[in-house]
């Protein structure tokens, strides 16, 4: 009879094994664009996965070279869509889902319903007639005739997510708050919020993900730079003459616009996971 320690071991070192597999799996497409970036073009074309002479002429096209201008207006585009659907996207959020946890009336169940709908909802089957109203009321090509379909996108989860979190939050509180002379709008305020902070940070996160990868709304309802965001103005990347292809400079972008992404999740993992966790479970 095998020992129970033994046992224990192997499946730790099972679940060691699938872990490594399961990130190399998810991680070698970045590690590829990354190498990519500081290829030249003849490495580029003799399709090796190390470069065989480092280079940042990738990143200098993209800085100060020919795709400068496309680039960098891209980037301030994405930056300022992203940011400003995120931060409309989780006031509504917050107030939307106070209101499916805290209070119970009439058609509380089809908003949940109709918000998950809206979710996994395929956004190229109302793109073509968002094209056609967005030209016809003069939205096309602008910030806004971006960030309203980018709440399309984040509010649903943003919703779902603050509603979950929203049920955990101890209602006598607010009871509390309201018996020493506040109005619903200031314990909701000063009690309920700072308490939510975790749930709302972590939905902000999330929304900015969503926005901040979005290509399809990108490169459908925008057809110069003004409002071309940074998904979408990689497809009119082009190389330094017709017969180069733009990959390095390409593979150069992407790093630069992962970056933000990274970052926000190395810094605030612990937040993520928290606000997840505590808004995952019911009370």
Do not use: H
């Not at 929203?166 to 009871?175: D, G, K, T």
Request: charge should be neutral; proline fraction near 6%.
């Amino acid at each position: 009879m095998a020992a129970p320690g033994g046992n224990t071991t192997k499946i730790k070192a099972g679940w060691a094994v699938l872990f490594v597999v399961t990130l190399v799996y998810a991680l070698f497409p970045v590690f590829s664009i990354l190498m990519t970036s500081f290829k030249t073009p003849g490495d580029i074309a003799s399709n090796t996965l190390l470069p065989s002479t480092w280079t940042w002429q990738n990143y200098e096209e993209i800085f100060v070279g020919g795709a400068q201008t496309l680039f960098l207006t891209a980037l301030r585009n994405s930056i300022g869509i992203t940011l400003i659907a995120t931060a409309i996207a989780v006031v509504l959020a917050t107030l939307c889902a106070y209101a499916v946890a805290r209070f119970d009336f009439p058609g509380k169940k089809v908003i949940l319903a109709s918000a998950l709908a809206v979710s996994i909802f395929p956004v190229i089957s109302v793109v073509t007639p968002l094209f056609n109203l967005w030209r016809a009321v003069g939205l096309y090509d602008t910030w806004l005739g971006l960030i309203i379909p980018y709440l399309s996108l984040t509010l649903p989860l943003s919703i779902w997510t603050l509603s979950a979190f929203f049920r955990q939050i101890p209602w006598e509180l607010e009871a509390a708050a309201q018996v020493d002379g506040a109005t619903q709008w200031q314990a909701f305020r000063k009690a309920i919020v700072p308490l939510a902070a975790p749930g709302v940070f972590t939905t902000a996160i999330l929304a900015f993900f969503i926005a901040w990868n979005d290509f399809v709304y990108g490169i459908s309802l925008t057809s110069t730079e003004t409002a071309r965001p940074v998904p979408a103005a990689l497809a009119f990347f082009t190389g330094a003459s017709q017969f180069e292809e733009p990959a390095g400079a390409i593979s150069a972008a992407a790093i630069v616009v992962t970056v933000p992404v990274i970052i926000l999740v190395v810094l605030f993992q612990r937040q993520i996971v928290s606000g997840l966790t505590q808004g995952a479970v019911k009370g």
